[in-house]
């Protein structure tokens, strides 16, 4: 836990949640309270408050336009974390498991969230939901969330896992992290996405292992084990051609869930053990804003 603690306090303060659906984080509003922030200048619109004209620049237009001011207004919102507990995510080669790496994550967006005083809600699945915490605000989430993610191993093996937990979601539109190595079928992944992207704003944090897409370069005789099934194999991991396949398939996997994602606008990273998540995820919700 020392190592994520140093994670958090990397965290940029300023980091907001932007999106530019109504009730989500800021979100462009005609009303002007105590904490709106100036966003743009924009054309006025039959409808809108008349106190939102900028007098100044619908001069310089010469009066054919006329035109006010847009701004941002802060507001709470429903956070949730859902997070990939299957035995899948005990595979690491690199610095830490993409468990481990989860775990950061999830105490990353979990101080993000408490610093905005915006509540929190934690749904943790394997073969399915193996915890369930409800939306609230309280400091100790940053360290009991990471920790439920190290400790909580799936009680089973299979999928469906990832159904069970996002029908825990509520009926409220929230802003959800899927925090998964998503290693299930794509035809379920978008069976179970396709009405969660309809309600929520979702946004996808791929984890992935270098070795799960090239393999090794020197040829060898290894002994695998299936972390999901148990099941153990030993296999000949040799021949340029066999190298190629394998990494041709990783690749149009990939293309094919960034694909799905993008068919449902769901916004997408991919992280690994390397990456530096915190600018990432800074970089991601600045473009969205900038998006909308």
Same mark, same amino acid.
């Given at each position: 836990?020392?190592?994520?603690?140093?994670?958090?306090?990397?965290?940029?303060?300023?980091?907001?949640?932007?999106?530019?659906?109504?009730?989500?984080?800021?979100?462009?509003?005609?009303?002007?309270?105590?904490?709106?922030?100036?966003?743009?200048?924009?054309?006025?619109?039959?409808?809108?408050?008349?106190?939102?004209?900028?007098?100044?620049?619908?001069?310089?237009?010469?009066?054919?336009?006329?035109?006010?001011?847009?701004?941002?207004?802060?507001?709470?919102?429903?956070?949730?974390?859902?997070?990939?507990?299957?035995?899948?995510?005990?595979?690491?080669?690199?610095?830490?498991?993409?468990?481990?790496?989860?775990?950061?994550?999830?105490?990353?967006?979990?101080?993000?969230?408490?610093?905005?005083?915006?509540?929190?809600?934690?749904?943790?699945?394997?073969?399915?939901?193996?915890?369930?915490?409800?939306?609230?605000?309280?400091?100790?989430?940053?360290?009991?969330?990471?920790?439920?993610?190290?400790?909580?191993?799936?009680?089973?093996?299979? =999928? %469906? #896992?990832?159904?069970? !937990?996002?029908?825990?979601?509520? &009926?409220?539109?929230?802003?959800?992290? @899927?925090?998964?190595? *998503?290693?299930?079928?794509l035809e379920e992944i978008e069976r179970v996405l396709?009405?969660?992207?309809?309600?929520?704003?979702?946004?996808?944090?791929?984890?992935?292992?270098?070795?799960?897409?090239?393999?090794?370069?020197?040829?060898?005789?290894?002994?695998?084990?299936?972390?999901?099934?148990?099941?153990?194999?030993?296999?000949?991991? =040799? %021949? #340029?051609?066999?190298? !190629?396949?394998?990494?041709?398939? &990783?690749?149009?996997?990939?293309?094919? @869930?960034?694909?799905? *994602?993008?068919?449902?606008?769901?916004?997408?990273?991919?992280?690994?053990?390397?990456?530096?998540?915190?600018?990432?995820?800074?970089?991601?919700?600045?473009?969205?804003?900038?998006?909308?």
């Amino acid at each position: 836990m020392k190592e994520i603690l140093e994670k958090i306090a990397e965290v940029d303060y300023y980091v907001r949640w932007y999106s530019g659906q109504h009730d989500l984080g800021i979100w462009p509003s005609r009303q002007m309270g105590g904490s709106s922030e100036f966003e743009t200048i924009s054309e006025y619109r039959l409808g809108d408050n008349p106190r939102s004209i900028n007098w100044s620049a619908t001069a310089r237009t010469g009066g054919q336009r006329l035109l006010k001011n847009t701004r941002l207004t802060d507001a709470n919102i429903a956070v949730f974390l859902v997070v990939d507990l299957s035995h899948s995510m005990d595979f690491g080669t690199v610095r830490v498991t993409k468990r481990r790496l989860a775990a950061e994550i999830s105490a990353i967006l979990a101080h993000a969230a408490w610093r905005c005083h915006d509540r929190v809600g934690f749904i943790g699945y394997g073969s399915q939901v193996e915890i369930q915490w409800p939306l609230r605000n309280p400091k100790d989430y940053r360290l009991l969330i990471p920790q439920k993610v190290l400790e909580t191993r799936s009680h089973g093996n299979g =999928g %469906g #896992g990832l159904a069970r !937990a996002l029908s825990g979601l509520p &009926a409220k539109r929230s802003l959800v992290f @899927l925090i998964s190595d *998503f290693q299930e079928e794509l035809e379920e992944i978008e069976r179970v996405l396709k009405p969660v992207a309809l309600l929520h704003d979702v946004v996808s944090l791929v984890i992935w292992d270098p070795r799960e897409k090239v393999l090794p370069q020197r040829w060898c005789i290894a002994a695998l084990r299936d972390l999901e099934t148990g099941r153990r194999r030993t296999i000949w991991l =040799g %021949g #340029g051609r066999r190298k !190629a396949a394998f990494q041709k398939r &990783a690749e149009a996997k990939e293309q094919s @869930l960034k694909a799905l *994602f993008q068919r449902f606008s769901i916004d997408a990273l991919w992280i690994n053990q390397e990456t530096d998540y915190v600018r990432e995820i800074g970089r991601l919700f600045l473009a969205r804003r900038r998006v909308h």
